[in-house]
């Protein structure tokens, strides 16, 4: 509840992205301004105006190859983007080299397919990064590995191999991976889609256990009911643009757009 | 029976394929090592990179592996006066060790590669974003699962090289196999083919195992996904 006062209270929900990007900018997380993407003719990302606040949970919704997940690949430059500016925290991102590695470490992605190291162990996979990226002692390393392991419910697998763990054990490896790295932001592009159904809620418990301590994340999911649950905004997307954006009582309950109207009217329909 | 085997006395054979064995041994270090800078060259994000990393491998895979020990021994020792140290036959077994290596690594190279192209591109993508530069992420989490899925080609670059190391005889190594019975058969007319299945013979020997071996390692090494 105290969740959807806050996001009330800082009303950047307004269907006009200038004013919300001027009413968020100061403690913006994430910016985006004027984000323009191609693949050949297809205009994948269509000036994208977004900002995320600290501490804000945001879900982009949309229909397949509306752009969500290639927004999502863009914040920390696993895709590159043609025309407008993405900020991390104030500071640009940086095309290439040393700089970009730095800010990737501040923010934390986990995949769709986990993409866990295959031959490192699981502690190994959740220390790599501490200790090769920000020069933690091993034991440190260790210690906070176990304890983040320990958070997400497989700290008895941790000298297990990724391929010898179920899929929603992966994931949330997956997720201690990139907490460990103390990230500014989380970045989640459809975490669970490619899991069995029984093995979705460990991950999105997991998830909202991350919303409600307060972490920054930006999530790219086709689970409504996470988005119900944890999210302060809804973002819906299509065709490449930003459609609709609102709480996810708003949404739901009251979507303002066709496109929006439609793709909810399916979702009822299929379950 | 008695004529063949006094060849064994005459001649030092085990000794021949154990020259072979050593040349195979510091050409495939050297191999390695400059495959392994090739494969990251070809897998850089620099673009000019990439380029002299196919340009070696296009220029010295096509080129005769015959051509480029002679050039070692004829033109960089013999007409340029460039060596290696040591005494003569120590020289020429030297350069003849760079050309192998040279020419393997473009081998090397392109079984690494086809070992990357076995890693999944969300490993890298993966490692990219836990904050991991190119070198760090090729070192740490790229290279580690490519060799381990370029056993077998690396095992077969192996094997070419055993056999292709008797090509030290026109480097001017005297003492390797196919110079010892090159000689042999000038002198032993009599018995040319016994000699021809003697060296046939030894040579499935030692290159039989590092078949089995290869192959062994390969499962046993292999990343379970």
Request: charged share 15%; with cysteine; glycine share 8%.
């Amino acid at each position: 509840m105290w969740r959807v006062g806050r996001v009330t209270s800082s009303n950047v929900y307004c269907m006009n992205s200038d004013h919300q990007a001027q009413s968020a900018t100061s403690d913006a997380i994430v910016q985006l301004t004027g984000v323009n993407k191609h693949y050949g003719s297809l205009h994948v990302l269509n000036n994208i105006n977004l900002s995320v606040t600290k501490g804000e949970v945001v879900v982009i919704l949309g229909p397949s190859g509306s752009g969500k997940s290639t927004l999502c690949r863009a914040i920390n430059r696993l895709e590159t983007i043609d025309e407008g500016t993405i900020k991390i925290d104030g500071q640009t991102l940086p095309s290439e080299g040393k700089a970009l590695a730095k800010l990737r470490a501040d923010v934390g992605m986990v995949f769709q397919s986990f993409n866990l190291f295959a031959h490192k162990s699981i502690l190994e996979n959740v220390t790599l990064g501490p200790i090769r990226v920000k020069g933690m002692k091993k034991v440190a390393a260790k210690d906070l590995a176990m304890q983040l392991l320990d958070r997400v419910g497989v700290a008895n697998q941790a000298d297990k191999l990724p391929a010898q763990l179920s899929g929603g054990q992966q994931q949330r490896v997956a997720i201690a991976r990139a907490l460990a790295m103390k990230p500014k932001v989380m970045l989640f592009d459809e975490p669970t889609s490619a899991l069995d159904p029984e093995m979705i809620n460990e991950v999105l418990d997991t998830m909202v256990g991350l919303a409600k301590e307060g972490m920054t994340m930006l999530v790219v999911t086709h689970e409504m009911g996470f988005a119900r649950k944890a999210a302060d905004r809804v973002i819906f997307m299509a065709d490449g643009q930003i459609v609709e954006q609102a709480t996810p009582e708003e949404f739901f309950t009251n979507p303002q757009s066709d496109r929006a109207k439609d793709f909810l009217g399916k979702l009822i329909t299929n379950h | 029976m008695e004529n063949y085997l006094s060849i064994f006395t005459e001649y030092n054979i085990p000794g021949a394929f154990w020259v072979n064995i050593q040349l195979t041994f510091w050409a495939a270090i050297g191999a390695l090592v400059l495959g392994t800078v090739l494969a990251l060259l070809r897998i850089s994000p620099v673009a000019s990179f990439r380029a002299i990393g196919s340009s070696y491998v296009n220029l010295v895979r096509n080129t005769p592996l015959t051509i480029i020990i002679l050039f070692a021994v004829l033109a960089l020792y013999g007409q340029l006066g460039f060596t290696l140290g040591g005494d003569f036959q120590a020289n020429f077994f030297r350069l003849s060790v760079l050309g192998l290596a040279v020419y393997h690594a473009a081998f090397v190279c392109e079984a690494i590669r086809s070992g990357v192209n076995t890693v999944p591109l969300g490993q890298a993508e993966a490692a990219r974003a836990i904050g991991l530069g190119f070198m760090p992420a090729a070192r740490l989490i790229i290279l580690p699962q490519a060799f381990r899925g370029a056993i077998v080609p690396l095992g077969n670059t192996l094997i070419a090289l055993i056999k292709n190391s008797t090509v030290a005889a026109v480097g001017s190594v005297a003492t390797e196999s196919s110079s010892v019975m090159k000689s042999m058969i000038e002198f032993r007319a009599d018995i040319v083919i016994p000699i021809f299945l003697t060296f046939a013979i030894g040579f499935v020997i030692i290159v039989i195992p590092v078949g089995l071996v290869t192959t062994w390692l390969s499962k046993k090494l292999a990343v379970a996904r």
